[in-house]
């Protein structure tokens, strides 16, 4: 999508401060940090959100929460981290494009939002 900022930060085309990158995902710190960890995972294929997904997306979706494991093993954060995605404008998707927040380093309470 031409006008998608995370498609411009995962072609390089915006720089960003990436903390985890392979084939399929890309990593990158918030820019409005939420907690002392706050990192963004995207898919470098672009789809809006979690209900626009297709079955044939499964693999990469599940590639992403996989990355975030590795992400969280990488920053230390693996004993306790939140991984959230908001579907839609009315659930705080800001971003039309598919992420995960990766949330860390405080205590997250319960219920959230």
Known sequence: MADCIFCKIAS????????YEDEDTLAFLDLN???????????RRHIDRLSTAAD???ELLGKLQLAAVKIAKRLNVESGFRL????GKAAGQA?????YHLLAG????????
């Open 12 to 19: 390089g085309e915006i720089n960003s401060k990436v903390v």
């Open 33 to 43: 940090p939420q907690a002392p960890t706050h990192v963004l995972i995207i898919p």
């Open 56 to 58: 044939s997306d499964a």
């Open 84 to 87: 959230v995605t908001n579907n």
């Open 95 to 99: 971003v039309d494009h598919i992420h």
């Open 106 to 113: 405080r205590k997250m309470l319960w219920p959230p939002g």
